[in-house]
């Protein structure tokens, strides 16, 4: 059994159980929207602090490995927009979506435990999901601003603050820029202080993973849209999930290669590129109205096919290394 099946197995189990419970109701209505906003806002930045705090400032600041897994998701949001707009054209607002369907994964809910479980007590995984995470958000906002200025033509705000907004308000932020400053600084953390956080921060893999669960279980009952042919269906989820499965660890895959990224960081950076479609990305389609459903069904398809492709993926690594 590859070593990514057991913890994947682990991963798919607890969104499983937390997709059962939303559809037999045992919970009230709104638990997933009380777990997401306790691990986004308490469980998910103390993790990242204490793990980055307790990290050498200049193994957190590994500029090949920013470089190139940002520039992965840059180039597979603008191949997939280009795509879109040549299928749709004058629908900046679809292609921004989609874009972002393919760009954003699952690197904090998913990633985070991931990391955690692949490589138990090792803050440099953590590192390396929390630098996934920054740039994921980073593409999140710049994916917002674009889908705002194509619906809401007269802005009272100027793109770059929209952007900065968005940025400097997001929890994951503020931790992940708290536990580099402490690193820098070499800010000592009391022994009670860190085991406080650290067991805060464990919790954030059962909530997290349960409630993309929940939230999948509803995602699934968004609303009607317009409907398309089921050819076009296929042909469009497709797409969508080569390029984000596929198509941007590849990418991530050969930028690390070039930028001389030690082989460990490599794997984490190719495994964070791979992972599923974020569930942020059909709250943000559900809050513009566009494409909400399709990206509800893109999440789901591509969170169970990664089931797959995964394992698949970690053989070639460690093949290729």
């Not at 602090?49 to 600041?61: G, K, R, V």
């Given at each position: 059994m590859p070593s990514i099946l057991t913890p994947l197995i682990a991963v798919f189990g607890i969104m499983l159980l937390g997709f059962i419970i939303q559809k037999l109701k045992v919970l009230p209505h709104d638990t997933d929207f009380t777990l997401n906003e306790y691990v986004y806002y308490v469980a998910f930045p103390a993790i990242l602090?204490?793990?980055?705090?307790?990290?050498?400032?200049?193994?957190?600041?590994q500029w090949g490995f920013i470089f190139s897994f940002g520039l992965a998701m840059v180039v597979t949001y603008f191949v997939t927009a280009v795509i879109s707009l040549s299928a749709d054209k004058k629908q900046p607002a679809l292609a921004a979506i989609r874009g972002l369907n393919t760009s954003f994964g699952n690197t904090a809910f998913i990633g985070i435990p991931l990391m955690m479980m692949l490589y138990p007590g090792d803050n440099h995984a953590v590192t390396a999901a929390?630098?996934?995470?920054?740039?994921?958000?980073?593409?999140?906002?710049?994916?917002?601003?674009?889908?705002?200025?194509?619906i809401n033509k007269q802005q009272k705000h100027h793109p770059v603050i929209i952007m900065l907004n968005a940025l400097i308000s997001n929890p994951i932020v503020i931790g992940c820029a708290l536990g580099v400053a402490a690193s820098a600084v070499k800010l000592p953390i009391p022994d009670s202080l860190s085991m406080m956080m650290r067991l805060i921060g464990n919790t954030s893999s059962p909530c997290a993973l349960f409630a993309i669960g929940m939230v999948l279980a509803k995602a699934m009952h968004g609303g009607a849209e317009p409907a398309l042919p089921r050819r076009h269906i296929a042909i469009e989820m497709?797409?969508?999930?080569?390029?984000?499965?596929?198509?941007?660890?590849?990418?991530?895959?050969?930028?690390?290669?070039?930028?001389?990224v030690d082989t460990e960081l490599l794997i984490m950076g190719v495994i964070l590129a791979a992972l599923p479609s974020a569930a942020s990305v059909y709250l943000l389609a559900q809050r513009y109205q566009t494409y909400a459903l399709a990206s509800a069904k893109c999440i789901l398809i591509s969170t169970i096919a990664t089931f797959i492709t995964l394992p698949i993926i970690e053989k070639l690594l460690h093949g290729l290394s």
């Open positions: 602090f204490i793990a980055l705090a307790e990290t050498d400032i200049d193994e957190i600041l929390a630098i996934a995470s920054l740039l994921s958000i980073v593409m999140f906002a710049f994916a917002m601003v674009s889908m705002e200025l194509a497709t797409v969508l999930n080569i390029l984000k499965l596929v198509f941007q660890p590849v990418i991530a895959y050969f930028l690390l290669r070039y930028f001389g």
